[in-house]
């Protein structure tokens, strides 16, 4: 399977931006998506898009997340603007994504803080 690593998370004020990226082991032409969980919660699936382009969005981060993928660099990136404190979580991308479920094994993940 294709594997994939997180990064770009951080501490960031309310109403402010980051920009997570994945980078996948090889190509793939399934599904990739991020999800995330916080303390306390399952692990919520927050954007996927398929490999042509077409992106899903929870109703949560709708409006505020764009998701994009370079399938010839194997890359996939997660502009995140307005972030509120309801968004602090650890982020992991996943490979192959089916309904709203990640297949393929997670990785470290890359965590994001909103706090004040």
């Known amino acids: 399977q294709v594997q994939a690593v997180e990064s770009g998370g951080g501490l960031v004020e309310p109403g402010g931006t980051l920009t997570l990226s994945c980078a996948a082991s090889?190509?793939?032409?399934?599904?990739m998506g991020w999800f995330r969980q916080a303390p306390g919660k399952e692990r919520e699936l927050v954007a996927a898009?398929?490999?042509?382009?077409?992106?899903y969005y929870a109703d949560s981060v709708k409006g505020r997340f764009t998701l994009s993928r370079n399938n010839t660099k194997n890359t996939m990136h997660l502009q995140m603007n307005n972030l509120k404190p309801e968004d602090t979580a650890t982020y992991s991308c996943?490979?192959?994504?089916?309904?709203?479920?990640?297949?393929?094994?997670w990785g470290q993940g890359t965590q994001v803080t909103v706090s004040s």
């Open positions: 996943n490979t192959n994504v089916r309904g709203t479920t990640g297949i393929n094994s």
């Open positions: 898009i398929v490999w042509n382009g077409p992106a």
């Open positions: 090889g190509h793939t032409v399934n599904p």
